[in-house]
């Protein structure tokens, strides 16, 4: 639990940086935050990697990485709308679901990175060797994507639709936070509800199916590795395909097929973690994931299209960032606690997350459809 709390103060730092970023991108432009946000996640997370150990500063150690955590989910609260509204802002209508569907597929791809690094430090490195300094290689590495990162922001021009509401000052807002949750808290409070389900299963999967595995199941840690480097393949193929569809289908048709295969999953899912099979394992795995990031491909769009630009960066922000407060980051916490209270039974996380899911799928029925607004 303690591990699994240090974990989610990043995500409790988010509201805070979609806040703060959501109102200067909304005046300021999606580019210029785009750089600062990407400068300030890869100072913390080098920094990570020079951290001092509890025996050369004491509890200042602990300290400093929760600070960095912070400083790294303040950046992400930022980030992660930024980068949808700067590859959705410079789309065509007919080809926006196609580009958030690419963005869908970031969170798996980086998964997929991660999890490669760290099972090539394993096999190369001994559990002293780890403990000691091969744990820091991977954040001291994240230098060279941070240097990539802001030479390509450096050349990427600022979003068509910006630009636009620039050389139309009567459409400015003067507060583009307050008049988001004066004129658009509904909006955001709904989208935020949908989130909430693929936010909540996306880490059920990544984080305490893992731990469930190895400590319940008795799986051994690069059999949990590899059973997740499955599902997040399959993730990818579900953000793209998400996206994809939602241009053909529409939005609320898309995201309605891909929250009724998670609920359908979600019932089958410990069933076939308890058969001990590792194919079959994989196999859920992979399904569960793909069906979780066929909605998270949809997301950028759906999120984007339906604010006005001069609130879209805080409107989108505020409700992204919202669902990851209220259940995504907790659910690894939320599940550990049920499991210990039921004797390990995870039928009451079965429900809480189904309660969740049709909650999820409500907000989709009764929201617009979006699909070619200008």
């Not at 990570?48 to 990485?65: F, K, R």
Request: proline share 5%.
């Amino acid at each position: 639990l303690a591990s699994l709390a240090t974990f989610g103060v990043g995500l409790a730092a988010r509201p805070l940086g979609a806040i703060t970023c959501g109102y200067l991108g909304d005046k300021l432009g999606r580019r210029n935050l785009m750089l600062a946000t990407v400068s300030m996640m890869g100072l913390a997370s080098v920094l990570m990697g020079l951290l001092p150990t509890y025996s050369q500063v004491g509890i200042w150690a602990p300290i400093l990485l929760v600070l960095l955590r912070i400083i790294q989910g303040f950046a992400l609260g930022g980030e992660s709308t930024g980068a949808q509204l700067m590859a959705l802002e410079h789309a065509t209508p007919d080809r926006r679901g196609r580009y958030s569907g690419m963005l869908g597929l970031c969170s798996p791809l980086s998964q997929i990175l991660a999890n490669g690094v760290l099972m090539g430090l394993a096999a190369t490195l001994s559990s002293e060797q780890f403990e000691s300094f091969g744990w820091r290689i991977p954040f001291l590495m994240s230098f060279v994507l941070v240097v990539v990162a802001i030479f390509i922001r450096l050349k990427v021009d600022e979003t068509p639709a910006f630009v636009a509401l620039k050389k139309t000052p009567v459409k400015q807002e003067k507060s583009p936070l307050k008049s988001a949750l004066g004129s658009h808290y509904k909006t955001i409070l709904r989208l935020m509800f949908f989130f909430c389900s693929p936010a909540a299963l996306f880490y059920l999967i990544v984080i305490f199916s893992l731990s469930y595995l190895t400590k319940h199941l008795g799986f051994s840690q690069s059999t949990g590795f590899m059973s997740l480097m499955v599902a997040n393949m399959c993730a990818i193929f579900g953000a793209l395909a998400g996206g994809y569809l939602s241009d053909r289908w529409g939005r609320k048709k898309a995201l309605a097929f891909g929250s009724c295969m998670t609920l359908l999953i979600l019932f089958v899912y410990f069933p076939i973690l308890n058969t001990l099979n590792v194919p079959a394992i994989m196999a859920i795995m992979g399904l569960f994931l793909g069906f979780t990031q066929f909605q998270s491909g949809i997301q950028p769009v759906a999120f984007a299209e339906a604010f006005p630009t001069q609130v879209r960066y805080s409107g989108s922000a505020l409700a992204y960032t919202g669902a990851n407060l209220v259940i995504g980051g907790p659910m690894p916490m939320i599940a550990v606690y049920l499991m210990s209270q039921s004797n390990n039974s995870p039928w009451p996380l079965v429900t809480l997350c189904a309660v969740i899911n049709l909650i999820s799928l409500a907000m989709i029925l009764i929201g617009p459809e979006t699909r070619g607004i200008d």
